[in-house]
């Protein structure tokens, strides 16, 4: 975004849409620990099959990273798991698969933060704020550092014009990340529909102060 200097501009970058949600999605690999020397050897294919699968879905090989992660014995498939094939299935604009195997991480780890975010992440592109407000809400429970979480879910109540709770989330949010100029922009409009103009004024200091750097 451009500089922008607060006294001559306020009006205007006030009246600008927010900042746009963060979509980024999780991808993490999984790392298989052997519990005996006897599962070593069948574990170690295991790893060169994700080792596999990690180097097609780098190549854009989705179709067969998906092949060989879908195709592993359900005992072997943990959230992690279910995660990476979510994130196949996004790269080939299937939601509905996505969708799917992030409920299937969750029926394995329902405290796993990192699907609610990308269920969010989901439901904000397609603009069902609800939706995404709660997965958003339920990613910031699980892990209460994490920034995004709760910058996203402050842009869906922005939406719902849920000025007061989006102000609240966001401040958590700069908390964690304070050099985030996106929080900051956020934050002012908030300030400003709230019209706390001096608040707003302040933000906006730290957000051009930011951009110059």
Not at 127 to 153: C, G, H, I, Q, V
């Amino acid at each position: 975004m451009k500089n922008i200097l607060f006294k001559k501009n306020l009006n205007i970058i006030l009246r600008k849409k927010m900042s746009n949600v963060i979509l980024l999605l999780f991808f993490t690999l999984f790392l298989i620990t052997p519990h005996q020397n006897a599962q070593a050897s069948e574990q170690k294919v295991k790893d060169e099959s994700i080792q596999k699968a990690m180097a097609l879905y780098a190549t854009k090989n989705y179709d067969s990273a998906f092949k060989i992660l879908d195709n592993l014995p359900i005992e072997k498939k943990n959230e992690e798991i279910f995660l990476i094939l979510s994130n196949i299935a996004q790269e080939k604009n299937d939601t509905n698969l996505a969708i799917q195997n992030l409920n299937k991480a969750l029926d394995v780890n329902f405290e796993f933060y990192k699907a609610y975010y990308n269920l969010g992440c989901i439901f904000a592109q397609k603009k069902s704020y609800p939706l995404a407000s709660n997965n958003f809400e339920l990613a910031a429970k699980y892990n209460k550092t994490f920034a995004p979480a709760y910058y996203n879910l402050a842009y869906c109540q922005m939406f719902n014009k849920e000025f007061k709770e989006a102000k609240k989330n966001l401040i958590k949010a700069l908390e964690l990340d304070p050099y985030n100029k996106d929080i900051l922009f956020n934050l002012a409009l908030c300030y400003k529909e709230l019209k706390q103009t001096k608040k707003a004024k302040k933000v906006i200091e730290q957000y051009n102060k930011l951009s110059q750097n």
